[in-house]
């Protein structure tokens, strides 16, 4: 099968990039693209036939038609997607793009965001089936996309964030503990995040299966941790392999501006449909760490 990865230089598509063979089968041709980012040569490419990185100069010699395209292109930065100045440009990424790649394959997997929630739901997890009310404008043009994906037959994951990959919630901790400045973490906003190797255990299912017209949901299990929770975990890993730390505690704050303060997806339906699991959410920063460490 021709196999289209799009955002395939983006922290998740990295993470993908890394355990190809654990998503896709070995003679499939792989094509990815790349904008800006340098897709490296990643050891996983080595175990397929044909992997093609299209870039402007070369996207003249890709499929027309691709049997299956994970779509993780588009404009992801929250602060960015809501200026008013830069709504064309979101709207044209987010949602144009998705639309072009849904008339030009036979199955697409877009994968979205939490953030088609407000994260106001006082203490109940958002359903896979539950009405979209977006957090704010990216929420809100992903929600648009999800509906043009759907319209076609398509897959939706939407995800947390991502645990596993190189992501905007654990650095800046660990950075913290390393010396860095930092604002202090809000003990008020809770989130459970997903994790790499759960997600990427739902795309082989939904790859080799013919799901269509579905909404999914990943999402780590266990109970939901605010900032302040995950920064203190990150804290006591460092004690523990004795790590050295230029703090004794990490500062808190209660948020007291506009921003979701409960946004967790339930996956329970999701579970079933699948017959997958989900990782404990204090595992998975476990396991995350353990990584980053092996490999500073």
């Excluded at 292109?73 to 709207?91: F, L, W």
């Excluded at 995800?159 to 596993?164: A, D, E, F, P, T």
Aim: with cysteine.
């Amino acid at each position: 099968m021709n196999v289209l990865i799009t955002g395939a230089s983006s922290r998740i598509g990295r993470g993908v990039l890394e355990n190809l063979d654990k998503v896709f089968n070995l003679e499939d041709e792989i094509w990815l693209t790349q904008r800006t980012s340098l897709i490296p040569d990643y050891p996983s490419f080595k175990k397929f036939n044909k992997v093609y990185i299209i870039r402007d100069s070369s996207s003249k010699f890709a499929p027309k038609v691709y049997d299956f395209v994970l779509h993780l292109a588009g404009v992801v930065d929250t602060k960015y997607c809501n200026r008013p100045e830069n709504a064309r440009e979101v709207i044209d990424s987010n949602v144009g793009l998705t639309a072009s790649m849904c008339q030009s394959a036979k199955r697409v997997l877009f994968v979205s965001t939490d953030n088609v929630f407000s994260g106001n739901s006082e203490g109940r997890f958002y359903t896979e089936q539950d009405s979209i009310e977006p957090a704010n404008f990216y929420g809100l043009s992903k929600a648009c996309a999800e509906r043009v994906v759907i319209h076609f037959g398509g897959v939706v994951v939407r995800v947390q964030s991502m645990l596993g990959v190189d992501n905007r919630l654990i650095t800046p901790m660990v950075r913290t503990l390393q010396g860095f400045d930092h604002l202090p973490f809000w003990n008020n906003i809770f989130l459970r995040p997903a994790y790499l190797f759960d997600f990427l255990k739902m795309l082989r299912r939904i790859y080799i299966g013919e799901y269509r017209n579905v909404i999914y949901h990943c999402s780590c299990s266990g109970e939901p941790l605010s900032r302040f929770d995950i920064a203190d975990a990150v804290l006591n890993y460092f004690r523990r392999h004795n790590i050295p730390s230029s703090r004794e505690e990490m500062p808190q704050e209660v948020c007291t501006i506009s921003f979701p303060r409960r946004l967790v997806l339930d996956t329970a339906w999701t579970c079933g449909q699948l017959s997958v699991n989900f990782t404990d959410v204090r595992l998975a920063i476990e396991r995350h760490l353990d990584v980053l460490f092996e490999q500073a």
